[in-house]
């Protein structure tokens, strides 16, 4: 039985649907801080088989009892906090979830004999780019105490594989949009940061207009360029990776993108298109900590993971647009 901590957030819950659709058995551990029980009972609809266990990696009981319950095989870990402006205000939040959380839990995978995990991480632990498209071997200098948490992270693991034979796959994601094409889950954040959902957004809340954060930026447009990877690739992903360690037993890390820098102004007239929509929107200053370009090189993970890309930004923005749509229509009843 494969562990998904986080499994009741945007991109675990993507990963449990795609498991789920592999025959794979999943216990679903979440402590709903950010992550919604609907999505855990849409999920349950689908399949009744997968369990949901709500607990904090902070609380040593709550993940002992876990894995005393249940045979766990795997781990995916996603639990975790991501917002890069909120853990700059506030980094002792994100160590303490992200960083003591995870050690918490890889002490319970260790004492339990549970030696492999797949791990979320993230482009930010590239920091400014050096080069691109950044490969896995980029300096890493994260910029943010969210990128700093998943490096720690990712050093830890290291130990725990020399000291204790843990083996993990960290997979750094570059931007992750989309929904699923039947609306059963979706970017759902209650502060939501993001730029796709926030330009749609704007198209339902007409009296606050799409902030485009800088458009003096080095690039073509002015506006900053990044990769974004539709989620259920990314899901994908997280079944070949479990394979992976599976057959191979080794640590090792993916980036994930796709390898194409698309610019906020685009994706802007992209999605006005798909919506056929006017949008408003504004100018606005820059975001802190904003690199002007990061794209990802996936060669890596395509080669040794076979990993392919599926989906189209055009088809993630519908997916996106119907997911949104579904949730306001939540709102109004
Ligand atoms: N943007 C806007 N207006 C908005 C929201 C975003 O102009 O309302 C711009 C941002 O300035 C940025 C781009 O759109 O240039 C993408 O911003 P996102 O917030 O969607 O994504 P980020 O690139 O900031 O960060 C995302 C995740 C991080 C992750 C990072 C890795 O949120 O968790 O990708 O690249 F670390």
Redesign the pocket.
Known sequence: MILVTGGAGYIGSFAVLKLSMQNEKIVIFDNLSTGHIETINTLKKINPDICFVQGDLNNISDIENIFKKYEISEVIHFAGL???EESIKNPSKYYKNNVAGTVNLLNAMVKYNVLKIVFSS???VYGEPEYTPIDENHPKKPVNP??KT?LIIENIMDDYDKAYNLKSIRLR????IGADNLSRIGEWHDTE????P??IKSAYIKTSP?????DDYATPDG?????YINVCDLADAHYLAIKYLRKENKTDVFNLGTGTGTS?KE?FNLTRGVLGKDIPFEI?P??KG?PAI?CASSKKAQEILGWKINHSIKESIKTAYLWEDKLQKLKTI
Not at 210 to 214: H, T, V
């Open positions: 991501s917002i890069v993230t482009a930010s969210y990128g998943k994601y570059f931007n992750v940061t993001h730029l796709i926030n330009i799409f902030k485009i954060f800088g506006t900053c360029i990044r990769d906020v994706i606005a820059k975001r904003d990061l």
